[in-house]
């Protein structure tokens, strides 16, 4: 069964930029038809979706995170890696990594997420 865990900083100060990796244990993130998404929820608040890596390399991001995100693969180490740059305290959040097969929404898989705090 695959396994997905994130890694990273706990603590991020206002203005830099947020680095986690997800690191998926059984199976090649190169496989077809698999999406590996950031998701993230902010204490209090609903899930959002950040975006995804697929297998082809490709990326989507959501609108309104599109212009700090980026998502990168390293296929050498199965991983998969979430830049999100100029965090506020608003970005505050639990950060998970998910595995969607055959549609990035149909999640099948997630990582016990992570908690990143925003704060000087």
């Known amino acids: 069964q695959v396994q997905l865990q994130e890694s990273g900083p706990g603590l991020v100060k206002p203005s830099q930029t947020l680095s986690l990796t997800c690191t998926v244990s059984i199976g090649s993130i190169t496989t077809d038809y698999y999406y590996w998404s950031w998701i993230r929820q902010p204490p209090g608040k609903g899930l959002e979706w950040i975006g995804y890596i697929a297998d082809s390399g490709s990326t989507y991001y959501s609108p309104s995170l599109k212009s700090r995100t980026s998502i990168s693969r390293d296929t050498s180490k199965n991983q998969f890696t979430l830049q999100l740059s100029s965090v506020t305290p608003e970005d505050t959040a639990v950060y998970y990594c998910?595995?969607?097969?055959?549609?990035?929404?149909?999640?099948?898989?997630w990582g016990q997420g992570t908690m990143v705090t925003v704060s000087s």
């Open positions: 998910a595995r969607g097969v055959a549609a990035p929404n149909a999640l099948d898989a």
